[in-house]
């Protein structure tokens, strides 16, 4: 499941309707909209702050649905990593990563 569709699921899995959440998140709409259609990536730092809102960890978030298959080893050493970054910290990685993408 790309990051868009879990974005949505665990939305609706509470009821929540995007507006709502954007408001929730400090986030316009739209924003919103986006990631979900699969047009744009949330930032690290909108992403914790969802996970945050829902309750749950990035390795939940990132698990697969409908699996109890634990999170790879090597992807729970990397969010432990990102989950105590500054958010200047997670601006900087977030970039990294857009540019190693590219």
């Known amino acids: 499941m790309m990051i868009g569709e879990r974005f949505a699921y665990f939305r609706k899995l509470n009821n929540l309707s ?5 408001k929730e998140l400090s986030v ?3 924003t919103i909209s986006k990631i979900e259609k699969g047009n744009s990536l949330p930032s690290l730092q909108l992403l914790i702050k ?5 309750n749950i960890t990035l ?11 634990p999170l790879r080893d090597d992807l729970k050493d990397f ?10 910290q997670v601006k ?8 190693i993408k590219k």
């Open 18 to 22: 995007a507006n709502k959440l954007a």
């Open 28 to 30: 316009d709409p739209s």
């Open 50 to 54: 969802y996970c945050n809102y829902f």
């Open 59 to 69: 390795a939940d978030f990132f698990a697969p649905e409908g699996t109890s298959e």
């Open 79 to 88: 969010l432990n990593v990102v989950k105590d970054l500054s958010p200047e």
């Open 92 to 99: 900087a990685f977030t970039q990294a990563f857009k540019t």
